[in-house]
């Protein structure tokens, strides 16, 4: 019935066309719909509406300079999952629906878990900061990632931890109800069995026990650690950094990608988070000319400062623009040519941008160089 309304509809309207002496073109209607996924509300906001925001401001800036082979590109209405698997699932078939051919997303991990698993062989998903092994399924030739993995993530942290000399005693504190926090841990224990510093505590919490941290802490500092890892996301960081404080927790803090996004925080004091370094790939107060554009930007559209997520995001769209072209790839494709197209090229191409050269790997894996930042006065600064 859905099919035949359709149909219908789409006659009448050629048949009113007629009538006034107009000729439809669908050479001229067709345009690059590129979906995306993620939180756009709830805890995890700041990273969907990051990522959701700056692939805007690249289709803009694409469709500005003519499009992608001659075609205007259309970023369909935001799909909101609330970073939940299930609601994942719901936005991807509900963009389908809006004819989406091409997905930037999801934005985390458990939700592209489940959304991989429903594009598989269908549709190609370019993930800007899903970053555990399995949010994008490696058997699937079509299924590519913008950013680092968990294990990656845990391996470089301990590594630059050891290069830099931060410490020589070290403390976790992560949730371990959750796959991100979990993989970025694993893989740092792992990692630091083998290097100088010691683990002397590895404190856990679940996300239904996120508010008080407490017991973790007091056992924090009377290990004595120099330094405490957090391979978790913001909003819990922010509680922790005001918890600390309470008790004279006086530590480094070192986080991963996770953290970015720390400063925007409603009502947490900004001053605790002086000092804190974390793996980051892009930095709103750089100098070169990309960053300054696009920062501004951003700024005019959202009246707020773009975070990594965002930059991810934007860099989903113009690596998107460079394996369409590279492809010759054209919007009257079916999504399943378009997908197979697509991820051949993806090989092909090196994309220079916001978060630094990447380029792609059979699996879908993103090579890339990781970078650590600490925060000063409110601003990162690049570590050396």
């Not at 993620?38 to 692939?55: C, E, H, I, R, S």
């Not at 939700?111 to 399924?137: D, H, K, M, Q, R």
């Not at 991100?180 to 510093?197: K, P, Q």
């Not at 002397?200 to 973790?216: G, H, I, L, P, R």
Request: with cysteine.
């Amino acid at each position: 019935m859905k099919i035949k309304k359709v149909l219908s509809v789409a006659l009448s309207a050629a048949m009113v066309m007629g009538c006034f002496g107009m000729t439809a073109s669908a050479e001229e209607e067709l345009t690059w719909k590129i979906g995306v996924i993620g939180p756009m509300t709830g805890d995890y906001a700041q990273y969907g509406l990051g990522v959701y925001q700056a692939a805007v401001i690249a289709a803009d800036e694409i469709n500005a300079a003519g499009g992608i082979n001659g075609y205007q590109v259309e970023i369909l209405d935001a799909g909101d999952d609330q970073g939940d698997a299930e609601q994942s699932v719901n936005a991807y078939n509900n963009l389908l629906d809006q004819g989406m051919q091409l997905l930037c997303g999801t934005v985390t991990s458990g939700a592209c878990i489940a959304v991989s698993a429903e594009a598989y062989g269908s549709t190609f998903l370019l993930t800007p900061s899903a970053t555990a092994l399995e949010a994008i399924n490696g058997a699937d030739a079509y299924q590519f990632r913008m950013c680092f993995t968990d294990p990656m993530q845990g391996t470089v942290a301990a590594q630059q931890i050891e290069e830099l000399g931060l410490a020589s005693s070290v403390a976790i504190l992560y949730d371990s109800a959750a796959d991100y926090n979990v993989g970025i841990h694993d893989a740092f224990v792992e990692a630091a069995a083998d290097l100088s510093f010691e683990i002397v505590e590895d404190q856990a919490y679940t996300t239904d026990s996120n508010t008080d941290f407490s017991v973790q802490l007091t056992k924090i500092q009377e290990s004595g650690a120099e330094l405490v890892f957090l391979p978790n996301y913001y909003s819990d960081n922010a509680l922790i950094f005001q918890q600390a404080a309470d008790i004279g927790l006086d530590v480094v803090w070192f986080g991963v990608d996770g953290m970015d996004g720390i400063l925007e925080v409603e009502n947490f004091d900004t001053s605790l988070a002086e000092g804190v370094m974390m793996l980051c790939s892009f930095s709103a107060t750089a100098t070169d000319d990309l960053t300054v554009s696009f920062v501004e930007a951003y700024e005019a559209a959202y009246d707020a400062v773009p975070n990594q997520f965002a930059a991810d995001g934007y860099d989903v769209i113009y690596s998107m623009k460079a394996a369409i072209e590279d492809a010759g790839a054209t919007p009257d494709m079916s999504n399943e040519e378009l997908a197979e197209a697509v991820a051949a090229s993806m090989l092909n191409i090196t994309v220079d941008k916001l978060t630094g050269e990447s380029s792609w790997t059979e699996d879908g894996e993103c090579t890339k160089e990781p970078k650590v930042y600490k925060i000063v006065d409110g601003a990162y600064e690049i570590v050396e």
